[in-house]
Nanobody
């Protein structure tokens, strides 16, 4: 059974960098043709796709985001991470990591991040 678990600080100050990690169990990056994504949901809003790490290591990001995220992976730890620089309070959201081949098939439980001074 694939399990994804997000972790990171629950509170980040404006202008700082937000860093989140997704730890994967029951699967690995060696499983080909999967896409590993970060998705967030801000208060009162729908789901927003932020970016994806493809099975070949390439990354793609949502061009509509005000602040471009960065997604990376650590194969040795079976983790992938999200960084968002110079955050504003608008980045306050529940952040999810997912795995899928088209639409996300597996989701983490989500982690709440609040951007506030």
């Amino acid at each position: 059974q694939v399990h994804l678990q997000e972790s990171g600080p629950g509170l980040v100050k404006p202008s700082q960098t937000l860093s989140l990690t997704c730890t994967i169990s029951g699967a690995s990056f060696l499983s080909n043709f999967y896409f590993w994504s970060w998705i967030r949901q801000s208060p009162g809003k729908g789901l927003e796709w932020m970016g994806v790490l493809a099975y070949d290591g390439s990354t793609y990001y949502n061009p509509s985001l005000q602040s471009r995220p960065s997604i990376s992976r650590d194969k040795s730890k079976n983790q992938f991470s999200l960084q968002l620089t110079s955050v504003t309070p608008e980045a306050t959201a529940v952040y999810f990591c997912t795995r899928g081949k088209g639409t996300p098939e597996y989701w983490g439980q989500g982690t709440q991040v609040t951007v506030s001074s």
